[in-house]
């Protein structure tokens, strides 16, 4: 039938778990819930007339609907990017790596425990107060920037943290202009006078543990090599309990040595934190997720979401970051097809000023863009980052998950693959798995099944 031949072709793709049934349709990111008749007619069972034609019909209608918004999307995506190609650029975000210092040493660390390949340093204000003025002047149009306040450790730096926050927040409002600041720490340098401070300013926390004590220790030393975590859990703790909104995560990376990582989920939410962040690894050491561990990792997600739902039936919910999903007021169009937005919308800046695509490039001079006092020098590797949307990616564009992903990772894929177009496919499997646990999680929850507006 042409119904079926349609729902099972294409960038549809059909799942279940948890005794929920799922079908989504990459091209426009709609999502519909399926009883098991029209289940077992997608898997091509032969049912008797009586039982299948309301399900028929059904299957119909999830066709005229999947084709509608697909032609309307396919015209607004191609309009987007012809626009996107050729209209002005906007800088929207800066991550500030105020602090080229470290005072730990996490084994993972992509900063090279801090100092970014280079020297350690400190950002000067002549250098933060040039970054805030060129986001300012770069932003154009756009009311709402963001800085991410980051290192090595920005704690390291905090007189310039207080100083800068002050400064962008006055000189955004001569422009009509607003400034949300965010800044990610280990805490161990926190206090009342940082706390009090970072409540009185609204600042955004990411705040990193790996979890468990024997994990976290393992990847996470003290620049002497001793353990850091029963330090860090206790400042985590201080922090969250001090923090007067809910603008905050805690936020991990699990690794090869712990591929049950939902223990150290748990662990964190037992330990009382109720906004949690788990991020796979990127590196090629010993530790790396390698491919064969892919049906494993798999797994594990569904034990991590079966224990977020568990704690939610117990009236005793936690917010997972990968599990947060709403249709209804999901991502615009741009992000869907842009992501993050790095080398174009998002740009990393050195202690020394010097503009990078994002925080993962910073200190490789190949992708060095300019600096904050010329600003950006070399538009063609902007150009370059901003074409690199997902209508451009050969993999993307019949993959189910494109319009939720939006390509993935460019610095993974370069990583990778040396290739901006071609994305890391490890992390597109761990993505996929993420995703469908968040979509049946929406569903069991009370969200809806619909076509992204």
């Known amino acids: 039938m042409d119904e079926i031949s349609f729902l099972n072709g294409g960038s549809f793709h059909r799942y279940s778990l948890f005794g929920t049934k799922i079908l989504v349709h990459g091209s426009t990111g709609a999502i519909w819930q399926l009883d098991d008749t029209c289940w077992r007619l997608l898997a091509g069972e032969d049912l008797s007339s009586e039982s299948s034609g309301e399900a028929l019909a059904e299957l119909a209608a999830i066709c005229e609907e999947a084709r509608a918004a697909e032609a309307r999307f396919a015209q607004q995506a191609a309009l987007f990017a012809s626009k996107l190609e050729t209209g002005p650029m906007y800088v929207k975000s800066l991550c500030l790596n105020v602090a080229h210092d470290c005072n730990l040493r996490c084994r993972y660390c992509f900063a090279g425990k801090g100092a970014f390949g280079g020297e350690r340093g400190l950002m000067s204000g002549r250098v933060g107060k040039a970054a805030l003025d060129l986001l300012l002047q770069l932003s154009g149009p756009r009311k709402n920037c963001e800085v991410d306040f980051f290192g090595g450790e920005p704690l390291l730096n905090w007189e310039l943290v207080k100083e800068l926050t002050v400064y962008g927040r006055e000189n955004a409002a001569k422009l009509g202009k607003k400034i949300k600041f965010t800044l990610t720490t280990n805490g161990l340098l926190l206090d009342s006078e940082k706390m009090d401070f970072i409540n009185r300013e609204q600042l955004g926390l990411i705040l990193s543990i790996d979890g468990r004590p024997e994990i976290h220790d393992r990847m996470r030393p003290t620049a002497g090599g001793g353990g850091s975590h029963r330090a860090v859990l206790a400042k985590l703790k201080e922090a969250v309990a001090r923090k007067t909104d809910d603008n905050w995560w805690v936020r991990g990376t699990y690794t090869g040595y712990n591929l049950d990582f939902t223990q150290d989920v748990k662990y964190l939410a037992e330990a009382g934190f109720a906004n949690i962040s788990l991020e796979p690894v990127v590196t090629d050491q010993d530790y790396r997720l390698r491919e064969e561990e892919l049906p494993l990792i798999e797994r594990e997600y569904e034990r991590l979401a079966s224990y977020y739902l568990q704690r939610r039936r117990e009236d005793r919910p936690f917010s997972f970051f990968h599990f947060n999903f709403d249709l209804a007021k999901g991502p615009c169009l741009a992000k869907r097809l842009l992501g993050c937005g790095a080398g174009h ?29 010329s600003g950006v020098e070399r538009p063609e590797m902007s150009e370059k980052f901003r074409a690199a949307h997902i209508l451009k990616k050969e993999k993307c564009r019949l993959c189910w998950a494109q319009l939720y992903c939006s390509g993935g990772c460019h610095a993974n894929a370069l990583a990778k693959n040396g290739d901006l177009l071609l994305p890391d496919q490890l992390g597109c499997r761990i993505e996929k798995k993420r995703l469908e646990c968040a979509i049946v999680i929406h569903v069991l929850t009370g969200g809806r099944a619909q076509i992204p507006a």
Request: glycine share 10%; net charge positive; with cysteine.
């Open 345 to 373: 919308a998002y740009l990393a800046v050195s202690p020394k000023g010097d503009l990078y695509p994002c925080h993962q490039f910073v200190g490789q001079s190949a992708y060095r863009v300019g600096t904050v006092f």
